[in-house]
């Protein structure tokens, strides 16, 4: 059993920044893949960010979105830099109980955290 708790979204301005935080319960996944997905209103959840030894990035937030880990804490974050308004979402962090793809298959997820663009 495991618990994922995301915090940091809001209401910015395109061009500014926001870091994205989240807590996870109980034991550690330093061996295992965590990440970011995101849906918008009347679209799929879409994978943004994911590491384990190495980090992977979308297309679309290469160059400004980074993604860390503190194991220590086990908190992962999601600093986003010059945001735009096709960044408004609900972000969800994700970890996975096993190695695998970094892009799918996770098996534990939070609650979301909105985050809110305007143009």
């Known amino acids: 059993q495991v618990q994922l708790v995301e915090s940091g979204g809001g209401l910015v301005q395109a061009g500014d920044s926001l870091r994205l935080s989240c807590a996870a319960s109980g034991r550690s996944f330093s061996s295992n893949h965590m990440g970011w997905f995101r849906q918008a209103p009347g679209k799929e959840r879409e994978f943004v960010a994911a590491?384990?030894?190495?980090?992977y990035y979308a297309d679309s937030v290469k160059g400004r979105f980074t993604i860390s880990r503190d194991n220590a804490k086990n908190t992962l974050y999601l600093q986003m830099n010059s945001l735009k308004a096709e960044d408004t979402a609900v972000y969800y962090c994700a970890a996975r109980r096993s190695n695998g793809a970094y892009d799918r298959g996770y098996d534990y997820w939070g609650q979301g955290t909105q985050v809110t663009v305007s143009s």
């Open positions: 590491i384990r030894q190495l980090t």
